[in-house]
């Protein structure tokens, strides 16, 4: 008697709380509506940007590229009326799993799949059929720093090696006066900050280290840390946080951090010894040069470091879309298509405003081409 | 009892003297605070912590050792005593201060209705608007369905373990009770993953995540039921039986109800441990960014996912709905934490 | 006396045999129904038992299944490695630095809030006036509905800069003893997760705590106070007795959720592979952030090597329990002797 009354009102103020609370609405457009309209500008796309198409998709995966996803989604949602895509992050790993699983219908990455990989996402698509890797969303690393006093930095790969592995301690090392000559150099002891959990900045970083810096960084290139030392913070908020707060931090982070947190980033070696500041067109010099290694319709990069460019700016990565190249599910095919058509095309607009890279020309037509003939 | 008679030995000697006065501790906290003040104006002492704790050893010793001299040795281990523990409760209430107050200064900025009934939908992260209503309901339903399934669940295995168990399957399952509660939580969220999402292929879903928070939750029920119900005295148990009523009336009319106020305290804590769960949420309900009432079909997002995901975003627009998202989550559990406590007192049954 | 013993517990309860059930006189018509009754209830609750015990079966199968595969192609001894490289070629791989870094931090948390826990119970039960009493136990309550990914982002935006003085102060008075021992750089250590997690389990030791002691019967503190003792002397002889196994089972609960936590720890450690006694200095792991860290974008063998270090744990949780239950046994026969 008393429990079934405490039930009773129990269940009574849940369902109170939920009905009262019904009134949520989806709709957001009323607070988001005026960033909608530029989402065409500055591209030479024909006028029928968007090839709309209906349904729902779900995807995971990369978190480095979900900033960029959300603006596309956002702007693909409130163009195509009926569609609704779901891309939540949760790491590369997870997006490969959950893909080739088939909980998915494509994958964020930021690595190519491996050939182990490959082969069990492709059997996912069905016999006979394949997964392939579209690079999508190029982003540059930022390497900031914390130097009260010093606005414009210059750091040699070899530094940066000899900086994030414990062999420069202090900010007025030799090394890197003779990187700054001219420039007052505090005598501050050096903190770093990296990443603790798995990601393909982190690869992207010391696989820059590993080839520029041959000498200097005995580690090898991998999605953990692990040179020793320094400090690790899970996701790039921490080490943004880290290096913004502490005097003499420095850190590597993907450039939409380090604008948003106002941290000044460094001028970085490259293979040629010159300087190069983060700009979209030293970017797009470094990554014009990178290959297609990917075998059958798979479009995995691969960056040439040597790259002879003297203006090529080598800390980059860049995160693909994994998709069935045949063998999707047809109720899901069209909108696949149709979105990943956008991200390519009209799209691509969307990534310099919040701190990626658009995909050099000749890369981003081999990705739509691909895109076309998917099935 | 040994204890007690042994002790009444020293009790005459005491007897005699003094209690001191009430606001001698004031006066010793004063003193205390003076002498720590010069000694850092004059010395190399530095520093607000260390300041801090000097004095407070300070105040212990020479508030123990007045009490020794005017008091005697029991009294002053007496006051020693709750000297102690009110330094405990200070100690923790810190923390909860400083948690809390970080929380709401920082939460409060987006703590507006537009939070309360928008979703994500179409709302990018450097977008200022957007809400976490969807979340809001994802939480609700998931933790209310967790409950639902723990809450009972806990309550029958800890009455077989303190009423029924004998002998080596109790004791088994007592300790098994024990290892759940140390699953990494993560590690349930990858058991409901392989099991119900892939291997059974039921999908992601606000109940697969329901799922993998029932196994955080019940043993958290069943440890602290089990304390409750073996506290509730044999004498209670025997009266009942000895008026000839069966095991499992006793059980449901006398037993359950001694003990509810502190069965009532267990599952609050479950749900409140449950309830703040990231790690299995992003394994097994996938996240969304549209409102899905529907937990047993298709992505739902649920609040600790929803703080976990903006506070990882550069934008200053996600970090504030973040807080707030933290704020959401806190304000919830509370509220729930006051019904609870008031329906148990409403419902008369006081501790005997 | 006659008094429940609660960490006797099932033992100590009247055999089934000589229970007062039968008494041909009482004995009323539906007894036969109230039998069924009585048993189908009985089963009700085995039942749940043993469900909860094929739950644990299948999770340690799945953990196996998962693990094993892995293990086997770790190129190194899984158990004395301290790098974590799974996806490599070969893969390399081995727990020892995280099930060290596991053990420290819970270990120190305990050490931190089982005291200021067991002090909050107290004060709250037998010191504090009831209704203040009331609202400060509400209060501490309330650092328990605060969900672990707040007290990460606090303990990484607050307390990592926070807790810089007073890891200063540590190393600067006690930097004698080698685990105070400090290079200067001060944070993100064993140390703040420990104090985090220390504030994550102290409502939990706390409530149960408080449970505990409302519960010990009045008539022995009455007793006590009746023979002349101070309230302390009271609280020693008439209270902590019989709380006794309480306090050991919420301590072994803190310590599972403290082994068991992962986002809070994951955000406030700088995780490193590295066995390090100074536990003031950046670095460590646990196992659970370890899991939390990597996951996201572990492979194949890295995920299966994750949930390698995830049985580990489990195992870990295994023997600390054996471990509180056996000192629990010592101390009932030790209580049962003297009394």
């Known amino acids: 008697m008393r429990r079934t009354r405490l039930l009773g009102t129990a269940a009574a103020l849940t369902i109170g709380a939920l009905s009262l609370a019904a009134c949520g609405t989806n709709n957001n457009s009323t607070t988001s509506g005026a960033a909608s309209a530029p989402a065409t500008s500055g591209t030479t796309a024909s006028a029928a940007a968007f090839d709309c198409a209906t349904g729902s998709l779900t995807a995971s995966g990369s978190t480095a590229q979900s900033n960029a996803m959300s603006q596309w989604v956002k702007a693909y949602q409130q163009n195509c009326a009926g569609s609704t895509i779901n891309y939540q992050g949760g790491g590369s790993g997870k997006g490969v799993t959950d893909f080739t699983a088939g909980t998915t219908d494509f994958a964020g990455s930021d690595f190519p799949l491996s050939a182990t990989e490959m082969t069990a996402a492709s059997a996912r698509c069905g016999t006979g059929n394949q997964a392939i890797d579209l690079p999508m969303v190029p982003g540059p690393i930022a390497v900031g720093y914390n130097l009260p006093g010093v606005t414009a930095l210059n750091l040699s790969a070899d530094t940066i090696a000899k900086i994030f592995s414990g062999t420069i301690k202090t900010w007025d090392d030799a090394a890197i006066k003779a990187d700054n000559p001219g420039v007052t150099l505090p005598s501050l002891g050096i903190q770093t900050f990296h990443r603790s959990d798995g990601s393909g900045t982190t690869f992207n970083f010391t696989r820059y280290l590993e080839n520029d810096a041959p000498t200097a960084w005995t580690y090898k290139h991998d999605k953990t840390w692990t040179a020793p030392g320094g400090q690790g913070s899970k996701g790039t908020a921490g080490i943004a946080q880290g290096v913004k707060s502490t005097p003499g931090g420095i850190g590597y982070m993907e450039l939409s951090f380090a604008t948003q947190s106002s941290i000044p980033y460094a001028k970085v070696g490259n293979a040629q010894g010159k300087f190069v500041s983060l700009t979209t067109a030293n970017v797009v010099n470094f990554l014009s040069k990178a290959t297609i290694t990917g075998t059958g319709k798979d479009l995995a990069l691969s960056f040439d470091y040597t790259n002879p460019d003297t203006n090529a700016y080598p800390a980059v990565l860049v995160t693909y879309e994994i998709v069935c190249q045949a063998g999707n599910k047809s109720t899901a095919l069209p909108l696949v298509k149709s979105f990943m058509n956008y991200l390519a095309g009209s799209g691509q607009a969307l990534l310099e405003p919040n701190d990626y890279v658009a995909l050099p020309d000749n890369i981003k037509a081999k990705v739509q081409s691909a895109i076309a003939a998917l099935a | 009892m040994t204890t007690v008679q042994a002790s009444t030995d020293s009790l005459l000697l005491s007897a005699s003297k003094h209690p001191l006065p009430r606001r001698s501790s004031l006066g010793v906290a004063a003193a205390t605070l003076v002498v720590s003040a010069l000694l850092f104006v004059l010395t190399p002492l530095d520093g607000v912590a260390d300041f801090l704790v000097f004095w407070a050893v300070a105040y212990v010793l020479a508030m123990t050792t007045v009490s020794v001299v005017v008091e005697g040795s029991r009294r002053a281990r007496d006051r020693l005593a709750s000297t102690l523990t009110a330094g405990a409760l200070i100690l923790a209430l810190i923390p909860l201060v400083a948690v809390l107050g970080f929380t709401i200064a920082r939460g409060l900025g987006r703590f507006d209705m537009t939070f309360f009934t928008h979703s994500m939908l179409s709302v990018a992260d450097s977008d200022a608007g957007g809400g976490a209503y969807h979340a809001i309901v994802g939480t609700i339903e998931q933790v209310g369905i967790a409950t639902l399934i723990s809450v009972p669940l806990g309550l029958l295995v800890s009455i077989y373990l303190v009423e029924y168990a004998r002998g080596r399957f109790g004791r088994v399952v007592s300790t098994f009770v024990d290892v759940m509660t140390g699953l990494p939580s993560i590690v349930a969220g990858l058991f409901v993953l392989a099991l119900w999402v892939l291997i059974l292929k039921q999908g992601y879903s606000g109940f697969a995540g329901s799922l993998a928070l029932v196994i955080l939750m019940v043993p958290v029920v069943v440890r602290t039921t089990e304390e409750m119900l073996r506290l509730v005295p044999d004498s209670l148990r025997e009266a009942s039986f000895a008026l000839g009523i069966p095991r499992w009336r006793t059980i449901q009319a006398v037993i359950l109800p001694t003990a509810l106020p502190g069965i009532t305290t267990g599952i609050m804590l479950a749900i409140a441990r449950v309830s703040g769960e990231t790690a299995p949420l992003l394994l097994t309900v996938f996240g969304s960014s549209a409102i899905n009432f529907n937990p047993f079909s298709g992505p739902q997002e649920g609040l600790p996912l929803f703080v976990f995901n903006e506070a990882g975003l550069p934008n200053d627009t996600a970090l504030a709905r973040a807080w707030a998202g933290a704020l959401t989550l806190i304000a919830l559990v509370i509220v729930l934490n006051v019904v609870a406590r008031l329906l148990v007192r409403r419902s008369k049954l006081q501790p005997i | ?339």
């Open chain 3, 1 to 339: 006396m006659g008094s429940p013993h609660p960490d006797g517990g099932s033992t100590l309860l009247v055999p089934e045999t000589a229970r007062p059930e039968v008494p041909g006189p009482t004995r009323r018509p539906t007894r036969a129904k109230e039998r069924l009754a009585d048993r189908l209830f009985r089963r009700l609750t085995a039942g749940s038992a043993a469900f909860i015990l094929v739950i644990l079966v299948a999770i340690a199968m799945f953990l196996l299944d998962r693990a094993l595969p892995a293990i086997y192609q770790d190129s190194t001894s899984f158990f004395t490695t301290r790098t974590w490289l799974p996806d490599g070629t070969p893969p390399v791989f081995g727990i020892a630095a995280l099930t060290y870094g596991t053990l420290v931090t819970s270990v120190l948390a305990v050490l931190m809030a089982v005291p200021v826990a067991v002090g909050v119970a107290l004060s709250v039960t037998s010191y504090v006036p009831r209704r203040a009493a009331q609202v400060v136990g509400y209060l501490v309550d309330l650092l328990a509905a605060i969900p672990s990914v707040v007290y990460g982002l606090w303990g990484l935006i607050f307390l990592v800069p926070a807790i810089g003085p007073l890891s200063k102060w540590l190393a600067d008075y006690f930097g004698w003893i080698p685990i105070f021992t400090s290079q200067g750089i001060f944070g993100k250590s064993i140390f703040t997760a420990s104090v985090v997690l220390a504030i994550m389990i102290l409502p939990i030791i706390a409530a149960i705590s408080r449970e505990v002691f409302t519960q010990a019967p009045q008539s022995q503190k009455e007793a006590a106070y009746a023979l002349g003792a101070t309230k302390w002397e009271m609280i020693r002889t008439a209270v902590l007795p019989y709380a006794r196994s309480g306090l050991i089972s919420a301590t072994v609960l803190g310590f599972g959720r403290a082994m068991g936590e992962t986002i809070a720890v994951a955000l406030v450690l700088s995780a490193n592979y590295e066995i390090n006694i100074h536990v003031l200095a950046p670095g460590g792991n646990t196992i659970a952030a370890n899991i939390a860290n990597t996951y996201g974008d572990a492979g194949k063998v890295g995920q299966g090597a994750l949930i390698a270090s995830g049985l580990v744990l489990f195992v870990i949780t295994l023997i600390v329990n054996f471990g509180a239950r056996a000192i629990v046994a010592r101390n009932k026969d030790f209580r049962v002797s003297a009394a």
